[in-house]
């Protein structure tokens, strides 16, 4: 289904079949541990089994003494060689926690990095590890993120003085106060949600190539932001950035874990230049579950104000979140975008909020999918909570608030503008696909007649995408060259791990430039060939990157047509290119083949117009807006099984608007994985700890993810309507994971309330469900 303003050109706006999908498909696809070459050393890591301790004994001798083993590396070995491990986005922030390559001194979770080993293969780096002796005099563990930060005794990182990361407030005053007293109804709930983390289907892993010869080191990499690899390495190694390349082939994933480059992957950068030798780490599952990174442990606890007819008056959300003992690429700290993206897609006249985050003795916080979707999680079950709690139906609650196209250019209360979005359009087609009122029917027959538990979930959002207003995330530089042959080269700095950039940027360049999509290839991954990129990430490929091929396009094109206006005698402005070809607007016989334009640019520049340098070939870059806003709607129904708790989701319902659709399968695809996630976020995964800090899924035995014997077939709805940015494009990647687990959960608490049992929180599972059911 797709309304909205009919956008498809040649190859924009079309279904083309991934160009990367026959490679991976196939098993063609070359990841880090596929880098082999002789002489080439492995690395494994010594990780505290304690979540908080001193170190009292550290002996390596037996497993230096091992044969095979090339060097056993401490704390004292590294890390006074070690540059500041902080993104480069973060380097003057104080309030980041204290990373150091390897423990020193104490441990401040399991998984902590004690020591690393290097050997001439995996298996006796693995063995000597377990020749490591290592004693810990235990602390007491901070892992109750709720009272980590009144805890000044117990301190995660006892040079910070206190538990307490980020402290933001947009504060509460008398016009708050006002709010309350004239409201009708005040509605207080608190919600929460649970620690999950990334699991890529590729783990992460480098290859570093260290040459003392030359002083250049060679990083191998599964990274979504090669040239971020290439300065943090620079700066860990002190390795100058123009001697430092990073390579990215195909990437397995990361959804976030990928984007900024972690302490093992700079260890390891660290030990090929000591030892002068290339190692190869690759992270083992249970690394990756335990030591990567978590996220998602956050406590809203949201009060909203509405009048006797159901029209918000005012809101206050009060956000906790843990953010680990070592946050990856950040405090942690998105508390203050749950507060001032609280609003989202409704009228909310005054917003106030309250942001903190804590560090505890737990795998650090790190980039996941929509890192800051606790505010729609906290916003869409809040919305249900009202309406239950003023007994109306929690659609017609959102029908009264949503905010409709007459309202537009619309600025909340937290001053963001919202130009083109349709959040009432997407609720509506979202609803009309389910037919939401026939489920309503149906739902009061079942539960009557048979006693079956059926539930209705809504989860609406306004995503803020590809934000220019977080330097360096919001430029990219596209590079096109056109060859002699008048095949085209596009080099970028995006970092693609399944999102497709191969098909869609070249998709974009085709339509832009006239040519065949064949014709055209995206080179990224090297840092070497590529110029100065964003990497890939934060919902802003199509708007970002494709926005700085079009301006390189422009130029191409330009220059293009003042060659051909030369040679055919006409002036360049009753010039256009179509198919290929560049002929006279209106009379398509006198044209000149595009790639006889190419032709003639690189190898009889003595035809080009006076002044003309020979080549086609242009740079440029493009800086998005502060925000791009995009918007969907999500609409699940389920079934509860009373017997043994389990959730069958019946129906799922995507209506997103990501302005035009470069590629709609691509644009379905991802909504697809985010919804997965979603449900699996709700239903299925969750990362457990015990009450000593010892993790206890630690394999997919125990971490469970959804597959597709528990997904169902998802429905889409599209609506388009152009944005503000050169092919009128909206960032999307992340929606899917943000609109779903309000809609699951919402779902379960609908069908919940039937017999009087409320939630407030996840996990969802069958043991969950059956402890709220009477």
């Known amino acids: 289904m797709s309304t909205g303003t009919g956008t498809a050109g040649r190859f924009v706006g079309q279904s ?51 044969p095979g083993v090339i060097a056993v590396l401490t704390a004292a070995d590294v890390n006074p060689h070690a540059g500041s491990m902080q993104p480069t986005m973060l380097l003057n922030d104080a309030s980041n926690a204290p990373l150091r390559p390897l423990a020193d001194g104490d441990v401040r979770f399991v998984g902590d990095a004690v020591a690393m080993v290097v050997a001439e293969n995996r298996y006796i780096a ?79 892993g480098i290859v570093a190539d260290y040459d003392a010869a030359s002083g250049e080191l060679h990083a191998w990499m599964s990274t979504q932001n090669p040239h971020e690899a290439r300065i943090a390495i620079s700066r860990v190694t002190g390795i100058p950035d123009h001697l430092v390349r990073v390579t990215a082939r195909d990437v397995g994933g990361g959804f976030g874990q990928k984007f900024f480059t972690p302490r093992d992957e700079l260890v390891t950068a660290l030990a090929a230049r000591r030892l002068g030798r290339a190692v190869k780490w690759i992270e083992d599952r249970r690394e990756n579950l335990i030591a990567s990174n978590h996220a998602r442990v956050d406590r809203a606890a949201c009060t909203i104000a509405v009048d006797a007819d159901g029209h918000i008056l005012g809101a206050y959300v009060d956000e906790l979140e843990d953010c680990g003992a070592f946050p990856v690429g950040s405090t942690g700290g998105v508390g203050a975008f749950v507060g001032m993206l609280f609003p989202g897609p409704y009228r909310i006249p005054l917003v106030r909020w309250k942001a903190t985050a804590v560090w505890t003795n737990t795998c650090g916080r790190g980039a996941y999918r929509g890192p800051w979707m606790m505010e729609t999680v906290a916003r869409e079950q809040m919305m249900d909570a009202v309406a239950r709690a003023i007994d109306m139906d929690p659609l017609e609650l959102r029908r009264r608030n949503v905010i409709h196209q007459s309202e537009l250019p619309y600025t909340t209360a937290m001053g963001f503008e919202y130009d083109v979005v349709t959040p009432e359009e997407t609720l509506e087609q979202a609803i009309g696909i389910v037919d939401y009122d026939a489920f309503r029917t149906e739902q009061a027959r079942a539960y009557r007649d048979d006693g079956r538990l059926l539930g209705v979930g809504i989860g609406l959002y306004i995503e803020p995408s590809s934000m220019g207003a977080m330097d360096p995330l919001g430029t990219e530089t596209a590079t096109i060259r056109v060859q002699p042959s008048g095949k085209v080269i596009v080099s970028m700095g995006t970092g693609s791990h399944g999102q497709g950039l191969e098909t869609t940027m070249c998709q974009v360049v085709a339509e832009e430039l006239g040519v065949d999509f064949d014709d055209v290839l995206l080179v990224q991954g090297d840092t070497q060939s590529t110029p100065f990129g964003r990497g890939t990430g934060g919902s802003g490929s199509a708007v970002i990157g494709g926005g700085a091929c079009r301006e390189a396009v422009a130029i191409i094109r330009t220059k293009a047509l003042e060659i051909a206006g030369h040679l055919m005698e006409a002036a360049p402005a009753d010039l256009e290119i179509v198919d290929g070809e560049i002929a006279v607007r209106g009379t398509p016989s006198r044209s000149l083949a595009f790639t006889e334009i190419a032709r003639v640019a690189h190898l009889e520049t ?50 997103e608007d990501c302005g035009v659709m470069i590629n709609p399968m691509v644009v379905e695809g991802q909504i697809a994985g985010g919804v997965v996630q979603g449900i699996g976020g709700v ?16 394999t997919f035995l125990d971490y469970l993810l959804p597959t597709a014997a528990e997904v169902p077939t998802l429905e889409y709805g599209h609506i388009e309507t152009r944005s503000n940015t050169p092919g009128g494009h909206k960032g999307m990647g992340e929606g899917g994971a943000i609109g779903a687990p309000p809609a699951v959960f919402n779902a379960v608490a609908d069908a919940l309330a039937l017999v009087g049992a409320r939630v407030n929180r996840q996990p969802l599972g069958p043991s969950e469900v059956l402890a709220l059911l009477p």
């Open 126 to 204: 693995e063995d000597a590890c377990d020749l490591v002796e290592l004693d810990i005099d235990p602390l007491p563990a901070v892992l109750d993120f709720e009272t980590a930060a009144s805890d000044t005794v117990n301190l995660v990182h006892p040079e910070k003085g206190t538990n307490v990361a980020q402290e933001a407030e947009f504060p509460r005053d008398a016009a708050w106060d006002d709010v309350v007293v004239r409201a009708a109804h005040v509605v207080t709930e608190t919600f929460y949600q649970h620690r999950q983390t990334n699991v890529p289907m590729e783990t992460r």
């Open 683 to 698: 239903l299925y995964e969750h990362f457990v700890y015990d009450d000593d800090g010892n993790p206890l899924t630690t």
């Open 16 to 66: 083309v079949k991934r160009r990367e999908d026959p490679r991976l498909l196939t098993g063609h696809g070359e990841y880090v541990d596929d880098i082999a070459f002789p002489g080439l050393l492995h690395a494994a890591f010594v990780r505290s089994h304690m979540a908080r301790g001193r170190i009292t004994r550290l002996d390596v001798e037996a497993a230096r003494a091992l």
């Open 606 to 655: 003595a035809r080009l117009p006076e002044g003309f340098t020979p080549g086609l070939e242009a740079t440029a870059s493009y800086k998005a807006p502060p925000f791009t806003w995009s918007n969907a709607c999500h609409v699940c129904q389920v079934e509860i099984d009373r017997g043994t708790g389990l959730v069958h989701i019946d129906r799922y319902v995507v209506s």
